[in-house]
């Protein structure tokens, strides 16, 4: 059981690159979620999927696509790099409780990304 | 919207000192709080949680108890150790609105020996 992965774990860019940051879990959650932390930033919701089949922006969505291939996988692209997408990346995964009560989320280890 | 706060840090305290980390909460619902955290280079894991009003979280010997008439999740241990050193991140959910987790912006927390 890997819980949640993601690759890769370090990437260089230059700017106006492209490149996908994938993450899979095995937890069969239904929720999945992308957010970069940045210093003294705290974690900001970039784009979430509730369910397969569906997404929705986050707190900062601008420069970034994603895609939610199965119940599995979750990825988050960047079309054209900006140095201001410099950032530690996480990808997490959760279920709802019974009772409508929270449950908590899963994190991956990050990817650390740096855009020249 | 809803929304966590947080003490800034960084918190240095020296080893079998007594640790409390503010939190306090605005919200319209009635939401599950965590306490999350994350040590160097790895991402975010829960510490603990409460789901209700006076509910207790604990676990590694910290707790935190969910104070609905302050709108505060306290974190606090009795006796530190360098291996606590980390980032602590207090959060909300309320699943009633939706499936997401607002999140405090950490609290840097190291520990001298």
């Known amino acids: 059981n890997a819980g949640v992965t993601q690759t890769p774990k370090f990437q260089v860019l230059k700017t106006g690159q492209s490149m996908t940051l994938q993450c899979a879990q095995d937890m069969n959650h239904n929720s999945m979620y992308w957010y970069r932390q940045d210093p003294g930033m705290g974690l900001r919701l970039i784009y979430y999927s509730a369910s397969e089949g569906t997404t929705d922006k986050g707190e900062v969505p601008n420069g970034y696509n994603v895609s939610r291939l199965n119940k599995r996988e979750f990825s988050l692209r960047l079309e054209s790099a900006a140095p201001s997408q410099t950032s530690v990346y996480f990808c997490?995964?959760?279920?709802?409780?019974?009772?409508?009560?929270?449950?908590?989320?899963?994190f991956g280890p990050g990817t650390r990304l740096t855009v020249l | 919207g809803d929304s966590v706060t947080q003490m800034e840090g960084p918190v240095t305290l020296s080893e079998e000192a007594f640790l409390t980390i503010n939190c306090t909460y605005t919200a319209t619902g009635y939401p599950s709080l965590f306490w999350y955290v994350q040590y160097p280079g790895e991402g975010l894991q829960l510490l603990l949680k409460?789901?209700?009003?006076?509910d207790k979280g604990s676990n590694k010997g910290f707790e935190a108890t969910y104070r609905k008439e302050t709108t505060s999740f306290h974190l606090e241990k009795g006796s530190v150790q360098v291996s606590d050193s980390a980032v602590y991140f207090c959060a909300l959910s309320d699943l009633r609105k939706d499936d997401k987790i607002i999140f405090g912006k950490g609290t840097r927390l190291h520990i001298l020996p």
């Open positions: 997490a995964s959760s279920d709802r409780g019974t009772g409508g009560l929270s449950r908590e989320q899963f």
């Open positions: 409460a789901t209700k009003a006076d």
